[in-house]
């Protein structure tokens, strides 16, 4: 849908931009190029990245996701660049605009139709934790935001007879796409990184962590990761001296179960530890006070 709707507005931005010849519109054009651009790249990675598990990619296929963030950022910054160079070049080579009315009624059905998309692919991306649908939603926020004001530069120009407004507007359409390529970037290579779950994330699994507190005794090396829509969690878990491998596993298993309800598509590793039955904390689990002892008793009556 992203796809032949960018293919839509940018047949008419191209029309447009030809026949008024205003750089601020073609500037769009070129934008509406991109759009294209990143939504094929969004539908390859999207398909890549939900592939399953191979013998070469043990821990799935997320980060493709984050490789079409990376793309898409720099497509942007290559665009920003091409507009802002042209922008710069009609401040002293000016040119006379045309029909108007036809870029101004342009860009206001870019912004209109962008604007629904934008939100839409926005929205799904914040519940499905998608790198690549984020991107292509913020990417088509920025046409919207360039859109609106190519559409106030026109009217500008045609109230005014004024043409410096075509290419400050072009100039001003470059900065918000650096912008957004600047925050593109930074969040996608923050994965390729490893850099840790946002705060708000892992305060979410310390507190499923604190339900379980009366069955385990402490934990510890807390380490979190995103990969794509995915996350990546481990941790090692000390449990009471004595506890079974069965009654660890069960614990184990329900935390998981815990975490993925709050947080979805988290794979979660948890370590187990014996607990060393010496400290007080750990004597409230231990049948005997001096839990070592007892359970090498019973080991060796056993064997």
């Known amino acids: 849908m992203s796809v032949a709707t960018s293919l839509t507005i940018l047949s008419f931005k191209l029309a447009a931009g030809v026949v008024t010849g205003s750089v601020g519109v073609l500037s769009e054009a070129a934008h509406s190029g991109m759009d294209v651009l990143a939504g094929l790249v969004t539908y390859f990675s999207l ?17 493709f996701e984050n490789l079409a963030a990376v793309i898409e950022g720099g497509f942007i910054f290559l665009v920003a660049a091409l507009i802002f160079a042209e922008s710069v070049r009609r401040f002293f080579v000016p040119r006379h605009l045309f029909y108007l009315d036809t870029g101004i009624a342009v860009m206001a059905l870019s912004a209109g139709v962008n ?84 705060e708000e994330e892992e305060a979410l699994i310390r507190e499923v962590l604190e339900r379980f507190r009366g069955e385990y005794v402490s934990y510890h090396n807390l380490r979190s990761r995103r990969a794509g829509a995915e996350r990546h969690v481990d941790l090692h878990l000390v ?65």
Request: with cysteine; charged share 20%; proline share 5%.
């Open 47 to 63: 398909r890549a990245a939900q592939a399953p598990p191979d013998e070469r990619h043990r821990f799935g296929h997320g980060k």
């Open 115 to 198: 604007f629904f998309l934008s939100r839409y692919l926005i929205r799904l991306a914040h519940k499905t934790g998608s790198a690549a649908l984020l991107a292509d939603g913020l990417h088509l926020l920025t046409d919207v935001y360039a859109s609106a004001g190519v559409f106030v530069s026109l009217i500008l120009i045609r109230l005014t007879k004024r043409i410096f407004f075509d290419p400050l507007t072009g100039i001003a359409v470059a900065f918000l796409l650096l912008r957004t390529a600047y925050f593109l970037l930074r969040d996608a290579l923050q994965s390729f990184l490893d850099v840790r779950l946002p």
């Open 239 to 303: 449990l009471p001296y004595g506890t079974t491998v069965a009654t660890g596993s069960a614990l184990v298993w329900r935390i998981k179960k815990a975490i993925n309800e709050c947080l979805p598509r988290t794979h979660v590793l948890i370590s187990t530890d014996p607990c060393d039955a010496t400290c007080e904390e750990c004597s409230r689990y231990c049948p005997e006070p001096n839990g070592i002892e007892a359970f090498s008793g019973e080991n060796s009556r056993e064997n």
